[in-house]
């Protein structure tokens, strides 16, 4: 039976609150998701009724806080098609993840003149540490083109790009300034095929499509907890078992040891080797429920109304004049996401989100950390940014529209 989005609503009490005396309507949830009573109570019941750190008491509360802990991994591993809990390394969100990555497996595989590949379309998460990591090692960072409409990654510059043979590719799953989908099982078969290994960038899609890394076949996938119903400060690396093996701990301290004498350690099994010291226990638990909640509602279910609301708003979008929209339009749904950025000629994107934001309407503008793609797509240097996720409904997007309107009117657009 198809879920009841509109029912679901009822699960997610900040949806009731009014701003600025009208109600509120929430489009930002690409920055981060609100969260369902489940969530919420799941982090009030692990502090009334059972919190202890994990995987060192022998009284009970400590054991159920463990056991929840290590089952919420054991959820988010089924989630993903990983192999189990060991792939399964928790951080605070997806740029950590990437930055473990790049300290880890970047300093011990990194050389002088070695080359990193990355695209124009990447969050800065994904371009800071491979920077960092560059300048250090005196290595080479590459970009992959977009193509000449700038909503895709263009193949022709991957290709030419493979043949550097660069040791890592590092590429966004889904753009969070575009909503492109890239094709990462093709890329990643690609790199392989030119001995790279490969890390995907998965904040925008973990939360919103059903995601195989087995399908995919990357060897490192990053997504955080807070943009998919969980709460900020919970994120995974998912690694390939026979590479986190071979990794180095960036951090040293309790629980990520086996052993320890005065001079050396030796490090625990996967995926504690790289959890060093106290971990966000609520957190993680938390995580596992929203994992239950997304899995309730069938995350194919949920790319579905996102692509119905995306399809919606952008049919809306496009007849009304001055709007110009960024990434895939309607005609390739397929490859698009549940977001929108777009912009109104004249008018300054951070004046269209105020006057958004008294209609009662969350959207996001600016840089949305991706600077040097937002710099190409506009001269403000700053797009407008809607986003959808399972909570949304098609009056939402009506409501945004009015909002629109609105800003055309203040702004005496004809
Ligand atoms: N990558 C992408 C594509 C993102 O959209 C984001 C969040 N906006 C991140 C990485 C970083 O996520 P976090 O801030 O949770 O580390």
């Not at 300290?103 to 990355?118: M, P, T, V, Y």
């Not at 083109?145 to 790009?161: G, M, P, R, V, Y």
């Amino acid at each position: 039976m198809a879920p009841d989005f509109d029912r679901l609503r009822d699960d997610f009490p900040i949806l009731k609150i009014a701003v600025h005396g009208k109600p509120f309507v929430y489009l930002d949830s690409a920055a981060t998701s609100q969260k369902p009573n489940k969530v919420i109570d799941a982090i009030s019941e692990f502090y009334r009724a059972y919190n202890a750190n994990i995987n060192r008491g022998v009284y009970e509360i400590s054991e159920k806080s463990t056991e929840a802990y290590i089952e919420s991994k054991s959820k988010v591993a089924r989630l993903i098609n990983a192999k189990g809990m060991e792939e399964v390394v928790y951080v605070r969100n997806t740029t950590e993840a990437i930055n473990l990555v790049s300290l880890s497996w970047g300093e011990k595989n990194i050389g002088r003149g070695d080359h990193i590949l990355i695209t124009e379309m990447e969050h800065h998460s994904n371009m800071v540490p491979w920077q960092i990591l560059a300048k250090k090692k005196g290595a080479v960072l590459d970009y992959v083109a977009l193509d000449a409409d700038k909503t895709k990654l263009d193949i022709e510059s991957l290709k030419s790009n493979l043949e550097k043979k660069p040791k890592i590719v590092s590429v966004t799953h889904v753009s969070n300034v575009l909503g492109t989908v890239n094709d990462v099982a093709y890329i990643t078969k690609l790199a392989h095929e030119n001995g790279a290994v490969v890390l995907v960038d998965g904040a925008q899609s973990a939360p919103h499509m059903k995601v195989d890394v087995k399908a995919i076949g990357c060897d490192f996938f990053a997504f955080s907890g807070h943009k998919m119903l969980a709460p900020t400060g919970i994120g995974t690396l998912y690694g390939k078992a026979e590479l986190l093996d071979q990794m180095q701990p960036i951090f040293g301290g309790g629980d990520m040891i086996k052993t320890v004498e005065k001079q050396s350690a030796t490090w625990n099994d996967l995926p504690w080797k790289f959890e060093a010291g106290t971990s966000n226990i609520e957190g993680g638990i938390a995580f596992g429920v929203a994992v239950d909640y997304l899995e309730g509602i069938g995350m194919e279910n949920i790319d579905d109304h996102e692509k119905e609301l995306t399809s919606y708003a952008l049919e809306k979008l496009s007849s009304i004049n001055d709007v110009a929209v960024f990434g895939p339009g309607r005609d390739e749904i397929g490859i698009k996401t549940g977001l929108i950025s777009f912009a109104i000629k004249g008018v300054h994107p951070h004046d269209i989100a105020s006057i958004f934001d008294s209609e009662g309407v969350a959207i996001r503008a600016g840089h949305h950390c991706a600077m040097p793609l937002v710099v190409t797509l506009a001269p403000e240097k700053a797009v407008s940014r809607m986003s959808f996720y399972l909570y949304n409904n098609m009056a939402d997007i009506d409501r945004a529209v009015q909002a629109i309107e609105r800003v055309r009117k203040i702004f005496k657009r004809k």
